[in-house]
């Protein structure tokens, strides 16, 4: 009899076991599951690139440009490498192409202390878009506000540094004589970093 009785105890205890060595190996699938998951929303929301302020490593920064004359054309930076006709600002917002582009616009501002950077603006843009020249390597003319500008070089998302954006904010008051706009954390928007370009400075 007890022989009998021990025997039903393993029958109803055999199931328990193989129910509990289940959850043990699902588990770690489950686990490994949400971690996949997880690295898979990380590659798709890739960083947007951090913008500082400055030239590249072991290069000087580059004298300050002169003056446009009226209806003076002049070339700065590298040479241009592509020969497509240049995109319409909001085409290029819009289309978001990778690698070196070419775009035209009017120049809004320029930053009036070095010409180390200038905005573009069009009446299909709401927000104007920050050229930067690459590396630090060239600077424009600090009267080029409202000349023509075909550009030359690549449109990305871009991390502003607080300190670099309170900088943009204190060249934009000298350059309106409006109050300085206090920037409190990292600025996020589209910026062109800019290899070649050409102003077109409008007749007087």
Request: hydrophobic share 35%; glycine share 6%; with cysteine.
């Amino acid at each position: 009899m007890r022989q009998n009785v021990f025997f039903l105890i393993l029958l109803l205890a055999a199931p328990l076991a193989c129910d509990s060595s289940s959850d043990a190996t699902n588990a770690p699938s489950a686990e490994a599951s949400a971690e996949a998951a997880e690295a898979t929303n990380t590659e798709e929301q890739a960083p947007a690139e951090e913008v500082t302020d400055g030239p590249a490593d072991g290069e000087k920064p580059q004298e300050l440009a002169s003056d446009l004359e009226p209806g003076e054309t002049r070339h700065f930076g590298a040479p241009f490498t592509l020969e497509d006709e240049p995109m319409p600002l909001d085409q290029a917002l819009e289309a978001s192409p990778e690698g070196t582009i070419r775009v035209s616009a009017n120049i809004e501002q320029v930053c009036k202390k070095k010409g180390c950077w200038f905005t573009l603006k069009t009446d299909k843009v709401e927000e104007p878009v920050r050229v930067r020249m690459k590396d630090y390597g060239f600077f424009v003319s600090r009267n080029s506000d409202g000349a023509q500008v075909i550009a030359e070089g690549t449109l990305a998302a871009t991390v502003i540094s607080e300190e670099l954006a309170q900088h943009y904010a204190e060249d934009q008051a000298e350059a309106t004589g409006e109050p300085v706009e206090k920037v409190e954390g990292e600025q996020k928007n589209y910026e062109f970093t800019a290899t070649a370009l050409q102003i077109s400075q409008p007749e007087a």
